[in-house]
């Protein structure tokens, strides 16, 4: 029910845990009811006294309402859009309602006129919600999660290809794992790669990946995994964590002749889940492989269009180490 | 050609240097496997640049196989030392790279092996190079993906390396260029312009036969001669008593070098 398709596709109500559609929502509904006030009064001073008049009853009831949504919000995501729209309107509608009962005293608005407002308010809001979400089109959206698919370098396939026929005279069990490895971390690269994975399936694939690397690149790459507490049950877009590995992997192990340390670390921290990768500098004077951010950018687009404004992508250089991390909500549900 | 043609029994010595161990296991494979087509005896292997141009000399070897993507100095690179060896082997350049790469690298001139790599194509390729012998410089530098690490000096069996980041000048001195470093001076055979032309970022031309590395400046001293109006000058160098003159033509643009943070 969670997936990015149908976030895409706006089948979903919008979510009113995000941080963003809250901060949108607050916003959207001041500016709304300054507009409301220009028309009714066209004076600079009176235009901002009616304003102020309104906020009496507008304040109250629009934190009320986003509390009251946001406790809400796990009965909403199980209905679909226009079920949850419509309780939204009601469950706002009532809200106005009660607000009228306690404060209309101290204003001259009428509860059929708070009603009226209440109800095109959040016609529009929703409306506003709506649009912003699928102003990530699902066209270009998808166009580029494919597109990051097929970034998976080329010289990663033939060189990890190159590696298992070395093996299969040698040690045939390990070319055989080897394959098995190189087949799986295809299948999820290959898939349509829409809705959400669990971050145990997430790891799964990157153990893989590393797998195969290690094949590679033998006592090159030294891998350390802090995965103890990783909430397995975590969900996250598809793809996040085996192109930030894959770089490190690119840019910190290959390009060095000695060592390669590279560190994955997930963990949970509250209701957030918390990722870092960090591998070696290029030593000075190895030329640095270029083509890095654009799979940064790819990755924080991707989770921005799932998380809006909680999720977090950092990347940045701490000594002679190349660190990447990755702070997203803490979110668990069927896949 | 004719000698391996004319003498089944001699073996062609060859020389791997690919920086991942399966990858050099595969082609030890294949190479045992064409042996009734083409005798092969590995005489040596690398796993990265600088051991393969160390070692490479005193190997005897006649062809190289030679990963281009490998830590440190490349591949290509690597080729372009080992191309002034008077007994320089024949290379045929393995990649990873896809064909659309190859193309971009301007590999087309060269032979190349796209990995995995088949026996037939092996073979096809072993036979080829020993008959052409070494890739010919300019093929190389075309290759090249950008300016090299070092300069080499190629010696009866062997190849001295100097990083360009250690050479202070370069002066013209009628065939040769002498390469200046704080530990001494070596000559190249190579044209001043070819080398102005690939570091460019490097070094500064401050006289017709004479690049000098920027960050190695440290000021300027007039000389005698000249006039008040037309100063001769002086390139005043770390590390180092020589003065260099500056021509007249170089002394715009020579001078605006120093305010310049160092490279």
Known sequence: ?335 | MSEAAGETRTELRVFIADDEAPARARLKELLADIRPELATVVVGESANGLDVIERLPGSGAQVLLLDIQMPGIGGIEVARHLGGLESAPAIVFVTAHDRHAVEAFELNALDYLMKPVRAERLAAALKKAQAAGPAPRERLERAAAGAREFFSIAERNRVVLVPVADVLYLKAELKYVTLRTRMGEHLIEEPLVAIEREFAERFVRVHRNCLVARAAIRGFERTAGGSEEEPYWNVVLADLEERLPVSRRQWPVVKSVLPEPKQ
């Open chain 1, 1 to 335: 029910m969670v997936s990015i398709r149908q976030n895409l596709a706006t089948t979903a109500p919008p979510d009113f845990r995000n941080l963003g559609v809250m901060a949108r929502a607050l916003v959207f509904v001041n500016l709304l009811a300054l507009a409301v006030a220009f028309v009714s009064e066209p004076v600079a001073v009176r235009m901002l006294d009616a304003f102020v008049r309104g906020t009496v009853l507008l304040e109250p009831l629009l934190l009320v309402s986003l509390a009251v949504l946001y406790a809400a919000t796990p009965l909403l995501r199980r209905l679909d859009y226009w079920p949850a729209c419509v309780t939204i309107a009601a469950l706002v509608l009532a809200l106005a309602a009660a607000t009228h009962a306690a404060l209309g005293e101290y204003t001259d608005v009428t509860l059929a006129r708070m009603l009226i407002y209440t109800a095109a308010s959040v016609t529009l809001v929703l409306a506003y919600l709506t649009l912003h979400l699928s102003a990530f089109s699902p066209a270009l959206a998808e166009a580029r999660l494919q597109a990051l698919q097929a970034r998976i370098r080329p010289h990663f396939l033939f060189n990890s290809l190159n590696a298992v026929l070395a093996l299969i005279r040698r040690d045939p069990r390990r070319a055989e794992r080897a394959l098995e490895d190189l087949a799986e971390l295809f299948r999820a690269l290959m898939s349509d790669g829409r809705s959400l994975v669990r971050l145990a399936d997430e790891i799964s694939l990157i153990e893989r990946y590393a797998a195969i690397e290690q094949l590679r690149l033998g006592e090159r790459l030294r891998m350390s995994w802090d995965l103890d507490n990783a909430p397995m049950d975590a969900l996250l877009p598809p793809l996040v964590l085996q192109p930030l590995l894959e770089n490190a992997v690119y840019h910190g192990v290959e390009p060095g002749a000695g060592i390669g340390d590279v560190l994955v670390r997930i963990e949970r921290r509250g209701e957030r889940v918390h990722a870092r990768i960090e591998n070696p500098m290029p030593e000075a004077g190895q030329s640095a492989r270029a083509g890095n951010h654009m799979a940064l950018d790819n990755i924080r687009e991707r989770l921005m269009l799932f998380f809006d404004a909680e999720a977090r992508l950092e990347s940045r250089v701490e000594g002679s180490r190349y660190r990447v991390e990755i702070d997203i909500p803490y979110r668990t549900g069927a896949v």
